[in-house]
């Protein structure tokens, strides 16, 4: 046992040795290993190597050699001379506080006999940091970006390898099959110069396990009218390799708003895969008129996603039937398919409904709801139809039919409000300060099923909020559903056994008192297993389940009053029965 390590700043390490030595009789190889690394002194093994360039060698050098072909020979080469080069020139003039700390060394060799070294390998892996900051001012640019703090990197299982079984230069190589890359810091990152006025750095963040890294941008100009939001910048490393990473650029948006005339918003991305986005949408005040647009554009697969809508201040009256026509919708798709890529899970256990994808699908900013595909398009036309007498504000719904080819896809979806004015496709249902009533729905035909949603909102705030979620669901081949609420019941073992969603419920004063009634009535074709969570609510075959109940949370200090009743019933088929409680 060590003893107790005392004094400020003192860290104790913990050195681990590692070896071993197998024999294979079928091969006849033998391999020896000998290692050793250190853990708990953040200086590693010995103390760090203070070099500039053999920072900026080792902390990009595995991504650029892992996106080298293993084939080309002269690339492989001239990418190593321009790697050392680079390295000898900006080491010294951009990287700023460069050291290398080694964390860990292991040495393999691979004998096909023990007495002679004749077509032997010998590998030499290291676990090892990077920390270097970048500083541009010395190189007299009108633009300067430098960091304030380092930037921090790991990488394991990066090595050299001698392999006496080649010839000449080909037994010499550089080992990143199994490496794996980490950002421990992402740094403090400052912009000076013209654009420091214009663009500052507010935050850096790195994601779970470390595979991505963020850079959020703020804009620093006064444009009166004009309103410029951040940007992020988004670098994702694919796990297990060192391939250069992917770049993304989200959340680039503007916003306009002249008192009285003109208010408006648009919106840029990048994403990881080349396809351009932009959207923008106005209202022009004095007219009473909006519009939106949006494009998405992927040249190397002929990519592109249009969608367009316009709403009028005036209806064009339908004859004497007090509706009239209030806007018109278009979407254009080609080479492209419906992508649900930022369509959220429903649980923890990552179990979708098919149903509420739809529904979040159709949600979606119009710039993200295709991505390509090449020989798929789409066409889409609709409408905006509400009451003539008080331009639409006591009723007005907004559809638009889609249909895709050649893999058939009929859509058809509607936002429908009472007590508010037509809002453009872009506008999702959020709560907020006025009375009204709001009813989302959707109806998709695909090559796996049909299906049918529907959410409804009505809210008086601080009064009363009501919610009432339809789900049907009829696959060609699988078990169908008709679902008026929903218990809510994740079946672990077997996700689509499970009933995702939440009940139809009506909640009397919100965040007071929270006075809630709820119930569902769900027809299920193949069984209800667990009906709201109870196990001897279990039914086979086609069966029906209803379930209603009442909950009350009131909190003042230390007096808490908490009360709740539920009744449930349950019909199954296979074998017929019926089952009540309370």
Known sequence: TLPPVTGEGTQREVLTF???WSYDARSGLTVFSLGISSAGDPNGLFDPIQSNMLALALGFGPALMAAIPETDVTGDAAK????????????????????????????????????????????IEFDYGVELGFDTRSLGLPVNIYAKKPIKVRYKNVGVEVDDSREGLDKFGLVYDDVSFEVEDPGQWTIDGPLGELLSVTDTRSGTSSVWYEVDLAFALDLGVITLTGATVRLTFTEGTTALPEFELRGLALSVNVPGALTGSGMVSLGSSGV???????????????????????????????EVALILAAGIPFAQSGLGLFGFVGRFVSNGQRSFGDVPFDDANNNVDPVQKEIDWHQLE?????????????????????????????????????????????????????????????????????????????????????????????EIPKLLRLKVPISAYYPYAGDAYLRIGSDGYVN???????????????????????????????????????????????????????????????SAGPIKLEAAAKVLVGIGTNPLMLVAGV
């Open 276 to 306: 351009f986005r932009a959207g923008i949408n106005a209202t022009i005040i004095p007219a009473g008129i909006s519009a939106a647009g949006s494009l998405a554009f992927e040249p190397s697969t002929g990519f592109c996603a249009i």
């Open 18 to 20: 590692l070896g071993s």
């Open 80 to 123: 190593l001379a321009g790697l050392v080069v680079a390295s000898a020139i900006l080491g010294d003039q951009v990287v700023q506080d460069g050291k290398v700390m080694v964390y860990g060394i292991e040495a393999e060799q691979t004998l096909r006999s023990l007495d002679t070294l004749e077509s032997s390998r010998l590998r």
């Open 366 to 458: 119009p710039a993200n709801k295709y991505a390509p595909k090449p020989g798929q398009w789409a066409l889409g036309l609709g409408a905006v139809i509400g009451t003539m007498p008080d331009t639409a504000f006591t009723f007005n719904a907004l559809g638009m039919l889609t249909l895709g080819l050649p893999d058939p896809e009929v859509i058809f979806g509607i936002d429908a409000r009472l007590a508010s004015q037509p809002g453009l496709p872009s506008e999702k249902a959020e709560g907020g300060t006025s009375v009204g009533l709001r009813l989302i729905g959707i109806v998709a035909i695909d090559d796996t099923a049909v299906k049918l949603g529907i959410r409804g909102t009505f």
């Open 492 to 554: 672990s073992a077997d996700p689509t056994k499970s009933r995702l969603g939440e009940p139809v419920s009506l909640t009397v004063l919100p965040d007071i008192i929270d006075v809630k009634a709820w119930s569902y009535l769900m027809v299920e074709e193949s069984g209800l297993q667990n009906l709201g969570g109870n196990a001897d609510f279990s039914f086979d075959g086609f069966s029906i389940g209803f379930g209603a109940g009442w909950d009350i949370r009131w």
